[in-house]
């Protein structure tokens, strides 16, 4: 599996960018760029990644 890859799709999918999440690289700026990464999305992102990784983000390690 490659992981960056599948955060893309996840990415992507939880922010139904039909696609243009798939082009994006590590040097792609995200907040600020993407209208679409909101607050309420970000936690939205968050949920999905620990939800596909099996992993879990403490609320402590999010700062805004």
């Keep these: 599996m490659d992981v960056q ?4 799709r996840v990415l992507d999918d939880t922010l139904s960018l039909g696609g ?5 690289t590590r ?3 995200l907040l ?8 309420m999305a970000v936690v939205n992102v ?15 390690d999010i700062d805004g």
């Design 5 to 8: 890859q599948e955060v893309l």
């Design 20 to 24: 243009r999440g798939l082009q994006m």
């Design 27 to 29: 040097a792609t700026h």
């Design 32 to 39: 600020g760029a993407i209208p679409e990464l909101d607050s």
């Design 46 to 60: 968050i949920t999905s990644l620990e939800d596909q990784f099996g992993i879990v983000v403490d609320d402590d």
